[in-house]
C-alpha cells in the first residue's frame, strides 16, 4: 500500500489552518471538477484532493493522520503500525458515501472500515441501484459499420458485511451504426444493483471519437483537408478525395481557392439524417526544387503581373 | 440471465428524439420532482414538450441535470451559478468543436 502525503496532494504545509486548507480544497476543486475541467487526469486528481480534504478537514482525521509522522514520502511502501489509532475517537461523521467515493487502499485502510459501520444499516432498505455514467472511446470508421466494444468496468460494490470493494467487469457493448460524438447509449439494469429485491440501475455510455489523421467531425458532419496543386484549383480537374467509405470522384470547380469548401450531401455519419462530408480545398504550392520549376515560377512572375498583396496598400 | 446476456447486454441510442419523463429523470438521478420543477423554473432545464400530462425532457436535460449536481454537490454552487456555468460550459465546447472542425487545435 502507497503511503498518501495529503498535505502535498493540497499543495499545503502540515502547519496550515483548517481555513487555507479549506480554501485550498476549494481552488482545487474547481480546477479539477471533472464537469469543468479541461485536464487530462482531472477526475483522478478530483479523488485524490477530495480525499485529502475528507481527511485533513476533519480535526480527529488529520490529528490521527499526523500522528504517523512527517517522514514518509508519497508513492512509499506503507503499512500502518500496530494501534495507530489508540486514543483517538472517530466519530464517523465525516464519511460521505454520496461523494462517488471510492477511496485509495491508503484511505481504507486508516479510515474506511470504522465509518463504514455507521452506515452499512442504511443499506438495508428497499432501493433501485444507482445509474453510472462512462465515457467510451470510439473510432470514426466504428460508426459508419457499427461494432462491438469489449470494456472493462470497475464498479463499487457494498458487501454483505457492509464493506466497498471495487470490482472489475466486462461488458460487451454494442455501438449502434451512426453515433455522433457526445451521444449517448443507454444499458437497461446494468448500473449498481439495487438492495432488497429492487431493480438495478442503468449505465449511461458517452461516446467519445479517437483523433482521426484525416477526418474530423463535427455533429454528424465530417470535414476533410484535402491538398490541391494550384492549376487544379485554378483550371478545375476531377480528382480522387478519400471518404470513410472509400474513394470518390471529386469535380474542383474552376476558380477555387485555398479554403474553398465543397460538400458532399449525406456522406457524413450515416443515420436516419446522414450528415454531410466538407472537403475543404488546401492549395499546394509545388516546390521549386528543379531548373524547370523555377523557370516555371519565373515565367508566372514576368507574365502573371500577380500582386497577393495589392488590397493591402502597400504596392 | 444466462451468462452470455449478462456481458452482452441490450444496448439503447439516445438521440435527439428520445424523450426522458419527469419520471424517468427523477428515477436516474434519485431526486424529487420538486427538484427538477426548480431546474425548469430556473432554466437550466427546457421541457421539450409534453406526453400526456407530463413533462418530456431530451437527453441533453439529462446531461445538464447530471452536471447541475456534481456543481451542487462538489463545488457548492446554488441553481443560478449552475445555470450560468452551464451556458458558459456549453459556449466554450461549442467553441472547441468549431476550432476543431476548421482545423485550429
Redesign the interface.
Known amino acids: 500500500m502507497e503511503y498518501k502525503d495529503y498535505y502535498r496532494i493540497m499543495g499545503i504545509e502540515r502547519e496550515a489552518t483548517q481555513d487555507e486548507i479549506r480554501r485550498a480544497y476549494?481552488k482545487l476543486?474547481?480546477k479539477y471538477?471533472?464537469?469543468?475541467s479541461k485536464e487530462g487526469d482531472a477526475e483522478a486528481r478530483?479523488k485524490e484532493v477530495?480525499e485529502a480534504y475528507e481527511v485533513l478537514k476533519d480535526p480527529e482525521k488529520r490529528a490521527a493522520y499526523d500522528q504517523l509522522g512527517a517522514d514518509w514520502k508519497s508513492g512509499q511502501d506503507f503499512k500502518p503500525p500496530p494501534d495507530w489509532d489508540a486514543g483517538f475517537e472517530f466519530s464517523g461523521g465525516g464519511y460521505t458515501a454520496?461523494?462517488g467515493g471510492v477511496h485509495s487502499d491508503f484511505f481504507e485502510e486508516l479510515f474506511g472500515r470504522r465509518f463504514r459501520h455507521a452506515g452499512a444499516g442504511r443499506q438495508t432498505f428497499r432501493m433501485?441501484g444507482?445509474?453510472h455514467?462512462a465515457k467510451v472511446l470510439i473510432d470514426l470508421e466504428d460508426s459508419f459499420s457499427g461494432t462491438?466494444r469489449s470494456m472493462s468496468l470497475r464498479v463499487p460494490e457494498v458487501t454483505d458485511e457492509g464493506h466497498v470493494i471495487t470490482r472489475e467487469r466486462?461488458?460487451?457493448?454494442?455501438?449502434?451504426r451512426g453515433?455522433r460524438p457526445g451521444?449517448?447509449?443507454?444499458?437497461?439494469?446494468?448500473g449498481t444493483p439495487g438492495s432488497g429485491d429492487a431493480g438495478s440501475g442503468?449505465?449511461?455510455l458517452e461516446v467519445a471519437f479517437r483523433e482521426h489523421p484525416m477526418y474530423?467531425?463535427?455533429?454528424s458532419?465530417i470535414?476533410l483537408?484535402l491538398p490541391v496543386a494550384p492549376w487544379e484549383a485554378m483550371l478545375g480537374a476531377s480528382i480522387k478525395a478519400p471518404t470513410p467509405l472509400g474513394a470518390v470522384d471529386l469535380r474542383i470547380p474552376t476558380d477555387s481557392n485555398q479554403g474553398r469548401k465543397l460538400r458532399l450531401k449525406g456522406r457524413g455519419l450515416p443515420g436516419k439524417s446522414p450528415g454531410d462530408l466538407y472537403v475543404?480545398l488546401q492549395v499546394t504550392l509545388p516546390p521549386a526544387d528543379s531548373e524547370d520549376a523555377k523557370r516555371l515560377y519565373g515565367q508566372m512572375r514576368d507574365k502573371l503581373g500577380f500582386n497577393p498583396r495589392a488590397k493591402m496598400g502597400v504596392a | 440471465m444466462s451468462e452470455k446476456d449478462q456481458s452482452k447486454p441490450a444496448v439503447e441510442l439516445i438521440d435527439e428524439q428520445t424523450t426522458f419523463t419527469l419520471a424517468d429523470i427523477c428515477h436516474t438521478f434519485s431526486v424529487e420532482a420538486e427538484f427538477v420543477e426548480a431546474l425548469v423554473e430556473e432554466g437550466i432545464l427546457e421541457p421539450s414538450g409534453k406526453q400526456g400530462r407530463h413533462l418530456c425532457f431530451t437527453a441533453n436535460c439529462l446531461r445538464r441535470t447530471r452536471v447541475t449536481l456534481h456543481l451542487q454537490r462538489d463545488l457548492r454552487v446554488n441553481l443560478a451559478g449552475a445555470a450560468l456555468a452551464l451556458e458558459l460550459l456549453e459556449r466554450i465546447e461549442a467553441l472547441e468543436r468549431r476550432l476543431h472542425a476548421t482545423g485550429v487545435e
Open positions: 476549494r476543486a474547481r471538477h471533472p464537469d469543468v478530483f477530495g454520496g461523494g433501485r444507482e445509474d455514467h462491438t466486462t461488458l460487451n457493448v454494442r455501438i449502434p453515433i451521444q449517448q447509449i443507454r444499458l437497461a439494469g446494468q442503468d449505465l449511461y474530423r467531425v463535427d455533429g458532419d470535414y483537408d475543404v
